[in-house]
């Protein structure tokens, strides 16, 4: 009976951990997606952000939509789970009267942020600086969810996102 | 300092766009695939940065032009072209699960997710040096502290070794709770 309650423990302390995983992995992944940028702009001198920024919107509606008529495939249709569960489905949804203000509106604001994001760098005294004040999307986003969701972060959060912030803004100024 | 007014609307217009995006992947009365979300998103992203482009066109030609021909250049050189569909993918695997991992965490709160996955700088500084031999200055050697200590703090005690620094915290605070 202890062993099943040991074991029960580790397996909810894995499921704990699992939200922290994917954070760092998504960390990883956009490390690569900067690197992988910043090979295109060595290899082309010149080149402009805008179009880059377009083209990193095509390559991921492109593969969204290839990954969507895998899953048609009555062979593939099982593979929807985790991130993907329910894929083609939601797809349909979404796209549906009463959830088009949320994504139309994520999707303006989203090309509003790298606009103006673009355009602060233009007068900036360094690009950092723009970066910087951008990155602290956390305090409006950790603000908002709090008063709409109720989300609450611990003091030892707080500090970590200060810090987090903090480490951010020596390395890009 | 039109600079910093131009940075707080991108700051806010990334926050709004987070919430409006854990609403519907973790916080509202459905939860969407983060990889669904994704997608759509991006193709309206790509329909409005069009329309805008357009726009740009019909106003300042020369500016629409400079875009256009980067697009070109992007589109026509394969070299180029394979770099600028992995860092497509990358992102694209990067929001994916950045979305999951609010969705796998409902309890916490977004913003620390979003903070450590702003650890990607620590790459896009290591990974030059490493391919590029672009150096790393002393200031980044302590920014790079400063956010792997965010790290343990925001992962608070699930990390082996340092965190046991911080457990003994949670552990007197659960005591004195209970």
Same mark, same amino acid.
Request: proline residues 3%.
């Given at each position: ?95 549906? +009267?009463? *959830?088009?203000? &949320? ?5 303006? !604001?989203?090309? $509003? %942020?790298? =606009?103006?994001? /673009? @355009? #602060? ?22 603000? +908002?969810? *709090?008063?709409? &969701? ?5 003091? !030892?959060?707080? $500090? %970590?996102? =200060?810090?987090? /912030? @903090? #480490? ?6 | ?178």
């Amino acid at each position: 009976m202890e062993n099943f309650s040991v074991k029960q423990e580790k397996k909810n302390t894995k499921t704990d951990h699992k939200w922290l995983y994917l954070a760092i992995a998504s960390a990883i992944s956009y490390g690569l997606y900067s690197f992988f940028q910043f090979v295109v702009l060595q290899k082309s001198k010149g080149l402009n952000t805008i179009a880059l920024t377009i083209n990193v919107a095509l390559v991921e509606a492109i593969l969204g939509i290839i990954i969507y008529f895998i899953f048609k495939n009555k062979h593939y249709a099982k593979y929807q789970k985790d991130a993907f569960t329910n894929y083609n489905k939601d797809i349909s949804s979404l796209k549906k +009267l009463k *959830y088009l203000p &949320y994504t139309i509106l994520s999707a303006c !604001l989203n090309a $509003l %942020g790298v =606009i103006s994001l /673009l @355009l #602060g760098y233009v007068g900036a005294p360094n690009p950092g600086f723009s970066d910087a004040v951008s990155d602290a999307y956390i305090i409006p986003l950790a603000i +908002l969810s *709090y008063f709409f &969701y109720k989300v609450k972060m611990n003091g !030892l959060q707080i $500090l %970590g996102c =200060i810090l987090a /912030l @903090l #480490g951010t803004t020596i390395l890009s100024t | 300092m039109f600079w910093l007014i131009y940075a707080i609307i991108s700051c806010l217009s990334f926050g709004v766009q987070d919430t409006l995006n854990y609403h519907l992947t973790t916080a509202g009365d459905y939860q969407f695939s983060t990889a669904a979300l994704n997608t759509v998103i991006h193709s309206f992203i790509v329909i409005v940065l069009l329309i805008g482009l357009l726009t740009i066109y019909f106003f300042k030609p020369s500016k629409a032009i400079n875009v256009i021909d980067s697009l070109k250049i992007l589109a026509t050189n394969p070299g180029i072209l394979i770099f600028a569909i992995l860092a497509g993918t990358a992102a694209m695997a990067g929001n994916i699960l950045y979305f999951y991992s609010q969705q796998s965490a409902p309890n916490i709160n977004p913003g620390v997710m979003t903070a450590i996955s702003n650890g990607a700088i620590i790459l896009s500084i290591v990974l030059p040096f490493i391919f590029y031999g672009k150096k790393i200055t002393l200031k980044q050697i302590i920014g790079i502290i400063i956010l792997f200590f965010s790290f343990i703090m925001l992962g608070d005690d699930k990390f082996k070794g340092f965190g046991k620094l911080f457990s003994k915290a949670r552990k007197k605070e659960h005591k004195d709770r209970s």
